[in-house]
């Protein structure tokens, strides 16, 4: 999560932690005089502007770089200087933001949808705009074992385990956002951070979708289609009960159960069911544990994306419930780009600027084993 973080934010979070280890120690007019300046830093550093829309740098790229300005920040010609903000142009005529402003939109989108959070997945962030053909190495290690051997032998042939692969390409997306040139003016740190939210519920909505549901050939996988069949189907449609749960936890391999990222994904209509569900002597199934609302001892996550369940058509995958070992769920991300016309036609009449941002992304479910033993499944309602 420190990626994510602005230096305002790392040293604040590093006085903080000094603070707490401080306060711990048998006191003495050293500890009292060091906790005292601690104190007061933090004081400070609580006071400074800690998001990219409000640093200074941030604005100066948007007053300067989108306005068509010339701008250089101690760059080299052509390349910047470590730490500083890029000034490169990408194909469609447009300009990588900052990376402060970056990270707030990937950090953004991963609170708007889960299968966003590096947390969650697998989340591979490109340093630039282009997301060229990216394979993902595995083994198929389902049957891989070592054999015994004598202690005089020497090594012995045994079967190799298949090398598998997946390839990850490039899908792009585009929102756009009309600005009254007076709002520009008159309102410009605002305006940054409103730009800045738009964005993150733009992009997360629109690959959130995809990473859900999408089919793998015309846009990125969706976990759900990777998922493949559904693997249970529960005996109502309106209410869950422990043994809905028990039949999908024990489809999936213990090795993946055990994973750090092995989680359930559910519809918001689907969570509010869950909520409902108890066990043999009437305890709610989900439970709290350290932030984290838990079912069967993993994450309940709830994806805006997901189908809800449609009596019409009955029993569909995914109504349900994803569930498994998310980290094999890779969805990769490109540096977001943002242009800035304020000739266009149609706003340009209105006193507008349009900013047009731009994004890559895709995303696979890799499965070294090829159903064999799928790390993640789904069921239906």
């Not at 995958?317 to 490109?334: E, K, P």
Request: aromatic fraction near 8%; charge should be neutral.
């Amino acid at each position: 999560m420190s990626k994510y973080l602005t230096p305002v934010q790392r040293e604040l979070l590093a006085v903080l932690t000094e603070t707490d280890s401080t306060s711990r120690q048998e006191p003495t007019k050293q500890t009292e005089q060091r906790m005292n300046f601690l104190l007061a830093k933090i004081k400070a550093l609580q006071a400074l502007p800690s998001t990219a829309a409000q640093s200074s740098e941030c604005r100066d790229w948007f007053r300067n770089v989108l306005a068509g300005k010339e701008y250089r920040t101690t760059m080299q010609e052509g390349q910047p200087a470590p730490g500083t903000l890029g000034y490169v142009t990408g194909n469609e005529g447009g300009y990588i933001v900052p990376q402060e402003f970056n990270d707030d939109v990937i950090h953004g989108m991963a609170q708007f949808d889960p299968l966003l959070d590096k947390d969650v997945v697998t989340l591979i962030e490109s340093n630039d705009f282009s997301l060229k053909p990216f394979v993902i190495p595995g083994w198929d290690l389902s049957t891989f074992a070592a054999t015994k051997v004598s202690e005089t032998s020497g090594p012995t042939a045994s079967t190799p385990p298949l090398v598998a692969g997946t390839l990850l390409n490039s899908y792009k997306y585009a929102a756009a956002l009309p600005v009254s040139i007076e709002l520009e003016e008159d309102a410009f740190a605002p305006m940054m951070k409103i730009i800045n939210d738009a964005y993150v519920i733009a992009f997360a909505r629109g690959i959130g979708v995809d990473l859900a549901i999408g089919n793998g050939t015309t846009a990125p996988q969706g976990v759900l289609t990777g998922a493949g069949s559904s693997v249970y189907t529960t005996a109502s449609p309106n209410a869950l009960v422990l043994n809905d749960f028990e039949s999908v936890y024990f489809k999936v391999n213990r090795i993946h159960r055990n994973a750090p990222k092995c989680a359930w994904i559910m519809s918001d209509s689907v969570y509010q069911m869950a909520r409902k569900a108890v066990d043999t002597v009437g305890n709610p199934l989900l439970k709290v544990h350290k932030d984290k609302e838990m079912i069967m001892g993993k994450p309940v996550l709830v994806s805006p994306s997901l189908p809800a369940y449609n009596a019409s058509i009955g029993a569909q995958a995914g109504t349900f419930c994803v569930f498994g070992d998310l980290s094999h769920m890779f969805v990769r991300v490109s540096k977001m780009i943002l242009h800035r016309s304020w000739q266009a036609q149609g706003y340009v009449e209105k006193g507008q600027a349009l900013y047009s941002g731009y994004m890559r992304a895709d995303a696979k479910v890799f499965d070294p084993t090829s159903g064999g033993t799928p790390p993640i499944v789904s069921a239906s309602l």
